[in-house]
C-alpha cells in the first residue's frame, strides 16, 4: 500500500513537500516515482528515484525547482517542491516500479498511491 499526502493549496511561488510512505508489502523495489494528471490531461512523469543509489530523473518542466529524496529506512519518497507554477495544479501519484523499465514511464510502474490534490492559485 503506498500512501500519500502533503498536498493542498499554495499561491504561485510558494512550495510544498509530498510524502509517500510504503507499508504492507515489501516490495523487491527499483524506484520509486511520482507523476501528476491535470483536469484534462493525461497522466505525466514528473520525477523519479532509485530506491538504492542515487539516481535521480526529472522532466523538464520541474528541473531546478523540485527535489526528490528517499528514507529508505521508514520507506518514504518525499517530493520537495518550490517555486510552484499554477500549471503544476494536478493530483500527484507516487508510484512503485519493481523491474528494470524505464524511469520515465507510466507502464513501468507496478503500484500506485490514491494521489494527493496540489493546487496553485496565481
Known amino acids: 500500500q503506498l500512501q500519500a499526502s502533503g498536498g493542498g493549496l499554495v499561491q504561485a511561488g510558494g512550495s510544498l513537500r509530498l510524502s509517500c510512505t510504503v507499508s504492507?508489502?515489501?516490495?523487491?523495489?527499483?524506484?520509486m516515482g511520482w507523476f501528476r494528471q491535470a483536469p484534462g490531461k493525461e497522466r505525466e512523469f514528473v520525477v523519479s528515484i532509485y530506491w538504492t543509489g542515487g539516481g535521480t530523473y526529472y522532466a523538464d518542466s520541474v528541473k531546478g525547482r523540485f527535489t526528490i529524496s528517499r528514507d529508505n529506512a521508514k520507506n518514504t519518497v518525499y517530493l520537495q517542491m518550490h517555486s510552484l507554477r499554477p500549471e503544476d495544479t494536478a493530483v500527484y501519484y507516487c508510484a512503485v516500479k519493481t523491474n528494470r523499465g524505464s524511469y520515465y514511464l507510466r507502464s513501468s510502474y507496478d503500484y500506485w498511491g490514491q494521489g494527493t490534490e496540489v493546487t496553485v492559485s496565481s
Open positions: 504492507g508489502r515489501t516490495f523487491d523495489t527499483y524506484g
